[in-house]
């Protein structure tokens, strides 16, 4: 099982980045795909998941990142608009078989990428 995330990269407040975590080695239609992110000294924390159709945010990014899968292209993507400072984090994609109520939690995630990194400069 692979998870490959791509698309991080150094933009100033109120640019825009397209992340994306092309998966292989797993059904992807029965999984359910979150994003999470991890700044130098925090714990890592949920930003989006996507679930059957359905579409979870953290508060900190409602409104500005979507999230979406293309099935054909077996990929998932995280929209990130309006970029503020505090957004620059690792961020990572995860798989998992959890349905919404504990799709929030890291430690449902059965899969993880790599990381991509985003900077966001004021």
């Known amino acids: 099982v692979q998870l490959q995330a791509s698309g991080g990269g150094r933009v100033q407040a109120g640019g825009s980045l397209t992340l994306s975590c092309t998966v292989s080695g797993l059904t992807f239609t029965r999984y359910r795909w979150g994003w999470f992110r991890q700044a130098p000294g925090k714990e890592r924390e949920f930003v989006a998941a996507?679930?059957?159709?359905?579409?979870v945010y953290a508060d900190s990014v409602k409104g500005r990142f979507t999230i979406s899968r293309a099935t054909a292209e077996k990929t998932v993507y995280l929209q990130l608009n309006s970029l503020k400072p505090e957004d620059t984090a690792i961020y990572y994609c995860?798989?998992?078989?959890?349905?919404?109520?504990?799709?929030?939690?890291?430690?449902?995630?059965?899969?993880w990428g790599q990381g991509t990194q985003v900077t966001v400069s004021s």
């Open positions: 996507w679930s059957s159709g359905s579409t």
């Open positions: 995860a798989a998992t078989t959890v349905v919404l109520s504990g799709i929030r939690s890291p430690s449902m995630y059965n899969y």
